[in-house]
């Protein structure tokens, strides 16, 4: 089977870990049956400067009509408001009905590298990616009981948004669950679960929504292996912060998932490990958590393995298990070892040598 992908690197590190998420296609064993085609296209704050827009059309276009991946680098955005500029990804994971976004947040102990939890974490944060607070539909008007301002912001949950997530996330933890009895204690073992964060204590009818919808959703007889928990979002914080080894799949509406996912990635270590996937109904886009890190960029030191472990994400939801299973392993043997880990993690091996010694364990 042929499978074509979409390339975005974007800005900054971004072109340099792009190229080594499509080395990693190019080095699947042949054994899996998969060949790759690739197509390279631009979004970007660099090429807002040059052309005047973040998003090409033509970039819209070819990944809705000709591919079935894609991987995504990261963009820039400048810090002081542009004219005519709004960041690219949002904009995709809009037209491109991405609804999804799944984070996998794993450590893997090794004596090459400090890891701030001493037992190892392996959970996935389900955020919510098309709604929430995010809709950005928000207004200021004069104060009428005083001088200055007041500003809203519209929080909408909905019955349809909060089902597929909560859908997603049962299957995700149910996939799981499969994937460690495979492994036969090789995996850490845990209770598959999924954790509903919500704040409807005070939020009754928005979060209210969501949690008694994706409670719902999860009670069908296809999650009745998975124990269905809840958890108020501030605590949840508390706790995944005290004790992230505990936890397996979390689902959250867009803002709490936000902000628990870049918390998840501080406690695995360096945002260079973190990868995840936009997943909808069509294709399925991988991208690397962290940013374009400009103050590393074009020194050839940026980790490389956030965008490898996005390939192997992309392809777990574009129904390649196993291949996404030979990236994931070939990974964490790399890091388990700790011959090649970039300055981030405390080591000295650039982008590429990182992504050699990935590519011949493949
Ligand atoms: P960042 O993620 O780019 O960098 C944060 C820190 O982590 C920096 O010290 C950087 O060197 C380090 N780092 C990040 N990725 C690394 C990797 N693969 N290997 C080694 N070290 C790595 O976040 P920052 O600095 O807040 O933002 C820089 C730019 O990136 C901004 O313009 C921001 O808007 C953009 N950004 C874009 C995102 C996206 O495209 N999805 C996400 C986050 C930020
Ligand atoms: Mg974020």
Do not use: W
Not at 196 to 212: C, M
Not at 249 to 266: E, K, M, T
């Amino acid at each position: 089977r042929t499978l074509r992908i979409g390339l975005i690197p974007g800005d900054g590190i971004g072109r340099e870990v792009i190229p080594a998420g499509r080395r990693i296609l190019e080095s699947l064993p042949s054994s899996l049956g998969l060949k790759f085609d690739f197509v390279d296209l631009d979004a970007g704050y660099d090429h807002f400067k040059a052309f005047g827009t973040a998003l090409p059309e033509k970039t819209v276009e070819t990944l809705q009509k000709e591919c079935d991946g894609a991987l995504f680098g990261a963009v820039s955005s400048p810090t002081s408001k542009v004219a005519g500029y709004t960041s690219p990804i949002v904009a995709l994971r809009k037209r491109l009905s991405l609804y999804a976004n799944v984070r996998p947040c794993k450590t893997v102990l090794s004596p090459a590298f400090k890891s701030p939890s001493t037992s190892p974490i392996d959970l996935v944060i389900v955020r919510e990616n098309t709604e929430d607070l995010y809709v950005k539909e928000e207004r200021t008007y004069p104060d009428p009981n005083g001088d200055g301002q007041i500003a809203e912001a519209i929080k909408r949950i909905s019955t349809q948004a909060s089902r597929r997530i909560a859908t997603i996330a049962g299957e995700i933890a149910v996939r799981r669950q499969k994937m460690r009895q495979k492994a036969n204690g090789q995996a850490v073992q845990k209770e598959a679960m999924v954790t509903i964060t919500h704040k409807s204590n005070v939020l009754s009818q928005t979060d209210g929504l969501f949690r008694s919808t994706a409670r719902e959703a999860l009670s069908a007889p296809a999650f009745s292996s998975l124990k269905i928990e809840e958890q108020i979002v501030d605590s949840m914080v508390y706790k995944l912060f005290l004790q992230p080894q505990y936890y397996d799949v979390i689902v959250a509406p867009n803002l709490y998932g936000d902000l628990l996912s870049d918390g998840a990635a501080a406690l695995v270590g360096s945002l260079g490990l973190v990868p995840s996937a936009n997943v909808g109904e069509g294709i399925v886009m991988g991208e690397p958590c962290h940013g374009s890190a400009p103050d590393i960029e074009g020194k050839g030191i940026a980790n490389p393995v956030a965008t490898i472990r996005s390939v192997g994400c992309m392809l777990e939801f574009l129904n390649q298990p196993e291949a996404a299973d030979v990236i994931y392993n070939a990974v964490d043997e790399g890091l388990r070892e700790g011959k090649f880990t970039s300055p981030d993690l405390g080591g000295k091996a650039s982008t590429k040598e990182v992504t050699d010694d990935i590519v011949r364990r493949l």
